[in-house]
């Protein structure tokens, strides 16, 4: 069974770093690209990043570029999302999701991350 | 970045009725579209991919078509359990980008 478990979230001053992980299992996390994905409470889906899964390719959305950095272990079958200087509009409850033979073909549950003074 | 003009924002029908909804791309995306499935408090399911292909595990009543720029999901026969919010997603270009949902409620 395909198994995606986030963490590392929670609540963090404005300014501040974040590293989320994302453990999988039930698959071979090596032949799959990732993303993370991102929802502010009340609000729609946001795509925040993807990486291949040799880690070849990786893509951010404008609203994080230069401020997030997404990176796996394949040996520890672990994506993570490192977050810096995080902002108020970073409150959210972020998703990692596997790009299978279709984009998003398995979720986490999410991790709520809360920036906040 | 392309943008997803998703229509409606929201939707109240019948058990059995026929529902659509629908999605703008503000280029062409060829058929480099998902539909999402996410029930309150539940993370988004996989619907639909690549505009026409049905998920696996997922009921039939369930359908989308499309190509180019315009692209609808269809339920058939709308169930209790199909009461949720509807995503549509381009992943034709990055950034990848989302449509603003449809949230569906029994009438």
């Known amino acids: 069974e395909v198994q995606l478990v986030e963490s590392g979230g929670g609540l963090v001053q404005p300014g501040r770093s974040l590293k989320l992980s994302c453990l999988a299992s039930?698959?071979?996390?090596?032949?799959?690209?990732m993303n993370w994905i991102r929802q502010a409470p009340g609000k729609g889906l946001e795509w925040v990043a993807s990486i291949s899964s040799s880690s070849s390719y990786i893509y951010y959305a404008d609203t994080v570029k230069g401020r997030f950095t997404i990176s796996r272990d394949n040996a520890k079958n672990t994506l993570y999302l490192q977050m810096t200087s995080l902002r108020s509009e970073d409150t959210a409850l972020y998703y990692c999701?596997?790009?299978?033979?279709?984009?998003?073909?398995?979720w986490g549950q999410g991790v709520m991350v809360t920036v906040s003074s | 970045d392309i943008q997803m003009t998703q229509s409606p924002s929201f939707l109240s029908a019948s058990v059995g009725d026929r529902v659509t909804i629908n999605c703008k791309a503000s280029q062409n995306i060829n058929r480099y579209l998902n539909w999402y499935q996410q029930k309150l408090g539940e993370a988004p399911k996989l619907l639909i991919y690549?505009?026409?292909s049905l998920q696996t595990g997922i009921p039939s009543r369930f359908s989308g078509s499309g190509s180019g720029t315009d692209f609808t999901l269809t339920i058939s026969s709308l169930q209790p359990e199909d009461v949720a919010t509807y995503f549509c997603l381009q992943h034709n270009s990055w950034p990848n980008t989302f449509g603003a949902g449809t949230k569906l409620e029994l009438k």
């Open positions: 999701a596997r790009r299978g033979a279709a984009m998003g073909d398995y």
């Open positions: 690549n505009a026409n």
């Open positions: 039930g698959f071979t996390f090596s032949n799959y690209g």
